[in-house]
């Protein structure tokens, strides 16, 4: 499948660009695709490296989109994910797509052709990756920090819409090379730089911590579990009846993080027990609590963290 996308694409560049495609074109093999651990060269189990790519002008791909809390419920077991934080130095709370990234870089900076020895007609391999729009903050950020080090971003979208198996999503696209491309092109117009969060005027990224603000706020609550609900969920539950006569307002609050402040707000509400909460008392709040029954405690029955902290399941793992 990937080799005859790859051929389709081949084909409409042609067309695209005034060549005459062959009338019958035959879709040759492609020796630069192959069937295998794209990350992981596990040949040795006991000093896993990163996986090596075959050589290539063009590296290009759709990484899938799994956050680091996420690898163990997606089917990747604790011996694939030590093996990946021993083989690649990434933070280990990167997305799974990051990885792919650190690759692509890593086959870039090894190229013979540097930017003093490149010329328009030979720039040395270049990479244009997908990855959700979460790469551009937080430790995901860190390997777009490395690609802007041993090379640069000439070309990236911060903030698209993605249709993915029929829901919308925001993905972020970014090309990078040597640094050899003097033509930056941000969210489709011409930009003088392009930063590792993806914008492009003041670069936020090198900003200090003030010590000033030190110890002045915390992270917040940690879920393990999907808590979350989306404001059209929130408004169905907030309507809803209780035994006791109390609302659930109670229990169903606005939430939102850092990102909802400084960027879009995604109007996001969260179901929260508070601390003590018996399990009697949680189930008169009913359509909440059935809600959680669903999605939150078969995840937590799984949850690495499991019953470690004493909280019980209906109530946030670290509140």
């Keep these: 499948l990937a080799q005859v996308v790859i051929w389709i694409g081949y084909l409409q560049w042609m067309r695209d660009n005034g060549f005459n495609p062959p009338r019958d074109p ?36 759709n990484p899938p989109f799994l956050g680091s809390k996420l690898f163990r419920q997606y089917g990747l077991d604790d011996a694939y994910i030590q093996a990946m934080y021993d083989a690649f130095d990434l933070p280990n709370t990167s997305d799974l797509c990051c990885y792919w990234f650190e690759i692509a870089r890593q086959a870039i900076a090894r190229a013979t052709v540097k930017p003093a020895m490149a010329s328009p007609a030979l720039q040395g391999p270049r990479a244009g990756l997908l990855a959700t729009q979460g790469i551009r903050g937080g430790d995901n950020r860190e390997v777009l920090k490395r690609i802007k080090d041993t090379g640069d971003i000439f070309m990236a979208w ?84 209780n035994p006791h006569g109390r609302t659930n307002s109670e229990v169903v609050r606005p939430w939102i993080n850092g990102r909802d402040v400084t960027a879009r707000s995604r109007a996001y509400w969260i179901i929260d027990f508070p601390p003590g909460t018996s399990l009697e008392d949680a189930t008169l709040f009913e359509a909440p609590f059935e809600y959680i029954s669903r999605h939150v405690q078969p995840m937590r029955r799984t949850a690495r963290s499991g019953d470690a902290t004493g909280i019980p399941w209906w109530i946030h793992q670290r509140p």
């Design 26 to 61: 035959v879709l040759e093999p492609l020796q630069t695709i192959e069937e295998r651990d794209a990350i992981l060269d596990l040949s040795d189990p006991q000093l896993p490296v990163p996986a090596k790519w075959p050589q290539a002008d063009f590296i290009i791909g």
């Design 158 to 241: 911060s903030d698209r819409e993605w249709i993915l198996d029929g829901a919308a999503v925001h993905v972020s696209i970014v090309g990078f090379d040597h640094g050899s491309e003097t033509t930056r092109i941000l969210d489709g117009a011409l930009a003088e730089q392009i930063n590792a969060d993806l914008t492009g005027d003041v670069d936020t990224t090198v900003a200090r911590i003030l010590q000033e603000n030190i110890d002045i706020a915390f992270q917040g609550d940690t879920k393990v579990g999907p808590f979350d609900v989306t404001w059209e969920q929130a408004r169905e539950l907030l309507r809803q009846p």
